[in-house]
């Protein structure tokens, strides 16, 4: 590490704020889950834009790279140095201001480092909803947010990441900041820039800042769980809440019966919503801005889909207490499945009508690993075709099968016509199976992106993209 470099930057923002100790350095390291580890030169914490310039122009002065860090939840190795010790943490978690709100407008400015959860409770505070919400927001950052463009919970009512944006701030490779924070829903005025850095995971610029788009609160709320056979049955269901209540549907989810039990099972005062195990459960929620009269129309669904037995059980949440335990079976399988081993998770999209045969692939997959102890929980959000396809190996499972499990979903998911990253980006993990499925024209296209806005490759080099696509 260049000593100038680390002079310079203790003079642009603070020797304090500048980290080099692995006692310091130690938790920018590795990823929430701790599945991947690296090792840092130096933690750069720069509290303002213009901070973050100073470094980037430093870094480009010297040739130093830069990994861009949230609040380091991501899943696939992309927000953590790599193992040479050559790499240097910029973490945004010091800009952490809501800078301003207008509930009139729909829109807040939030920095990057601005945890999720305080986001939502700003905007619910003037009255209003910010719709991203996923199992990490009380740690995650809305930097890490607009990096991996987030899908989350609710993507089938209220879109990804990029949907909720209407400005960023970002700093570009050598210091210079590009101001894009227009809170306008219109603006043709030439290329949408901002698109370029949502979901470019930090490669292409660090992101300062973002105007956000506000939506109204729903007064009313409806939470359902059903049992069901199958999941054709799970799609089918699908199909008549969608003619029934359209875009009022916030979420739709999926759940294997062994996903449910193990969380059942493995979490404190959860239980099962219905009376016995199923093959298959389906989370549902709607809701609208009127006061009443949503209940009475869940009702009448559940009546007709009952008559024509596309479900086997179900019960809708009575208060607040109901719903939070369907949530929490929801989101808590991968925190019990962690007491049967390694989990090796996975994020794909279908299309909807190719669930039940990505899914029954799965079952045949699930049989032929039974003899290695290997567990398959499949779960996700089927209103918009994306799974997570988890896999729970044992202890002392060999690490060279995680390619092989891997290999074999995403071939499955390439005959379907669908993509091996939904929701989770791209990082280290799945760079090289991207790559081996994008077209020529795609990788060379990206690559030329990359190096006109990151010329040396000093931005999170081999996240996203494989160096030889990144260096002229």
């Known amino acids: 590490m260049h000593d100038t ?57 010297h040739g130093v790279a830069i990994v861009p860090q949230a609040g380091n939840t991501g899943l696939v190795n992309g927000g953590v140095p790599d193992a040479s010790g050559n790499q240097v943490v910029l973490s945004v978690e010091r800009l952490d201001r809501i800078r301003a709100i207008d509930p009139a407008g729909d829109y807040l400015i939030a920095e990057a480092g601005c945890i999720l959860d305080n986001v939502q409770a700003a905007a619910a505070g003037a009255g209003r909803l910010f719709p991203l919400a996923m199992g990490s927001s009380g740690s995650c950052r809305i930097g890490g947010n607009l990096a991996t463009n987030a899908g989350g919970l609710n993507v089938l009512r209220y879109g990804m990441t990029r949907e909720l944006v209407l400005g960023l701030e970002v700093v570009l490779h050598d210091g210079t900041i590009l101001d894009l924070l227009r809170p306008i829903r219109k603006d043709n005025t030439g290329y949408d820039l901002k698109q370029l850095f949502i979901g470019s995971e930090g490669t292409l610029g660090v992101v300062t800042a973002a105007v956000l788009r506000l939506m109204a609160q729903p007064r009313e709320r409806v939470t359902i769980w059903l049992a069901v056979e199958t999941p054709q049955h799970a799609v089918s269901l699908f199909r008549t809440c969608r003619s029934r209540f359209g875009e009022l ?58 008559a024509q037995a596309l479900c086997l059980d179900g019960t809708v949440a009575e208060n607040e207490a109901q719903r939070a335990n369907m949530w929490r079976l929801r989101e808590g399988q991968s925190e019990s499945a962690r007491a049967f081993g390694y989990i090796l998770r996975s994020d794909v999209a279908v299309a909807i009508a190719d669930i039940p045969e990505l899914l029954a692939w799965v079952e045949e997959r699930q049989a032929t690993l039974a003899g290695l102890g290997i567990r398959i929980l499949p779960f996700g959000h089927i209103g918009d075709g994306n ?55 795609s990788r060379h296209l990206s690559g030329r992106i990359k190096r006109a806005l990151d010329p040396d490759n000093l931005l999170n080099p081999g996240v996203v993209l494989a160096p030889e696509e990144s260096v002229p």
């Open 387 to 441: 799974l997570h396809v988890n896999f729970v190996l044992p202890p002392g499972t060999d690490t060279g099968l995680h390619a092989e499990l891997l290999q074999g979903l995403y071939d499955q998911v390439d005959r379907l016509g669908g993509s091996i990253s939904a929701e989770h980006g791209v990082g280290r993990a799945k760079r090289d199976a991207v790559s081996q499925r994008k077209s020529a024209a």
């Open 249 to 306: 549907i916030s979420a739709f989810e999926i759940i294997s019966s062994e996903g449910v039990e193990i969380a059942v099972n493995g979490l404190p005062g959860v239980r099962r919503p219905v009376g016995d195990p199923a093959p298959w459960h389906v989370l549902i929620e709607v809701a609208w801005t009127f006061t009443e009269g949503l209940r009475g129309q869940v009702d009448a669904m559940l009546e007709d889909i009952l």
């Open 5 to 61: 470099f680390l002079a310079g930057c203790r003079s642009a923002i603070g020797a304090e704020h500048v980290w080099t100790e692995t006692a310091d350095t130690l938790r920018f390291a590795h990823d929430f889950w701790d599945q991947y580890r690296g090792r840092a030169a130096a933690v750069l914490r720069p509290g303002s834009t213009a901070e973050v310039a100073a470094v980037l122009a430093l870094a480009s002065q």
